[in-house]
């Protein structure tokens, strides 16, 4: 169902899992790991949480669904209002993919522009017009990464190299009159963690001044970097926002929202069309609001940040004995070990780690019990159930796993 379960990129079979509780994953033959992927980021509170769960529950008592308005969705809503400080007017969807094609909708047809600019390594689901590469740093027209997306359709999206300030300077410059949107993750975690330059945010902030709306994609840093996410932590301001993963608690929720004045072009209020049978699904809605009302109400990022920082040291210095080549990023409790030769800022360096050593260290992890994103270019993530005690297992895991395959 999702190729990124399918262990492609480490070789091998795919776990199959059989539950979850905390920070704890459990196979189908009953081996237990400490999990770092924790559903690709929705479990910062960890699995199985009870506020979650007994909401969930309570709401699938009076059914799964309406198809009709309901005061939960306003409940959440309202949080993701409250604890984003960007987001005025929010509009609920399924998933982040759906979040990404909904505002790139919205900032076309607010603007009555066509052009999107995006950065290579960043990923923004499987939406046509964002499933696009190119074919170096600088700006260019975009070209299709996977059959069955039209070059008609990626004809309109424009592809740059992250942390590139003075290239996308140069880009509004000569074309920014025609430009609807610049998308981007505020911290990306699709090509490993890779964290944006003062400068570079700078450059992204001055596009607005050609009239483009500023798109950021918060899908997987939302909630997670801070309670306002990134843009909070490293003081973006962007017009709209798309979410997902933590905002649904597990469940499958996106979300899309930004200024009023932007947001007032979505039916019912303006032209602008997005529409979903399940959006607003009274479970998914429960799980999103139990889980934000308890980042609000019980803030875990101090601890995340302590443990992550543990996470960090450990691993710098397992890879420092080990002597082979590496590169470690990390923000709050988002961390990429690259087996890289030089710093990774952007996708052009990510895209020259050894990839085939790192499917040998995941492996070698695996069987110690440690279980890690199985991709060189995706963030492994803290969560608030992780305990020190298995951040030590795992340094130790990760000491033999490095010697092992150096």
Known sequence: NSPARAFGAVGGEPLFIDRAEGAYLWDL????????IGSWGPMILGHAFPPV???????????????????????????????????QKVRLVNSGTEAAMSA????????GRDLIVKFAGNYH????????????????????????????TAKDTIVMAYNDADGLRRLFAERGEQIAAVMFEPVCGNMGVVTPTADFIDALHATKRHGSILVCDEVMTGFRLSPGGAQQRLGIEPDVTALGKIVGGGLPV???????????HVLPAGPVFQAGTLSGNPLATAAGAATLAALRDNPPYERLEAL??????????????????????????????FFSTEPVTAWAQASRCDTERFGRYFWAMIHRGVYLPCSQYEALFVSAAHTEQDIDETIAAAEEALSEIG
């Open 104 to 111: 790139i909708r919205l900032a076309r047809g607010a603007t």
């Open 53 to 87: 769960v007994e909401a969930i529950r309570t709401a699938a008592e009076r059914s799964t669904s309406y198809g009709a308005p309901t005061v939960g969705e306003s409940e959440l809503a309202e949080l993701i209002i409250q604890l984003v400080p960007s987001i």
């Open 29 to 36: 033959d009953g081996n237990r790991y400490i999990d770092f």
């Open 254 to 264: 996106g979300a899309y929202g930004g200024r009023a004045d932007i947001m007032d």
């Open 125 to 152: 689901g499987h939406v046509d017009s964002l499933l696009v590469a190119a074919g170096s740093a600088a700006a260019t027209l975009a070209v299709p990464n996977s059959p069955g997306v039209t070059a008609g």
């Open 308 to 337: 992550s920082a543990r996470l960090e040291a450990g691993l710098r210095g397992a890879a420092e004995r080990s002597g082979l080549p590496f590169t470690l990023n990390r923000v709050g409790s988002m961390l990429t070990l």
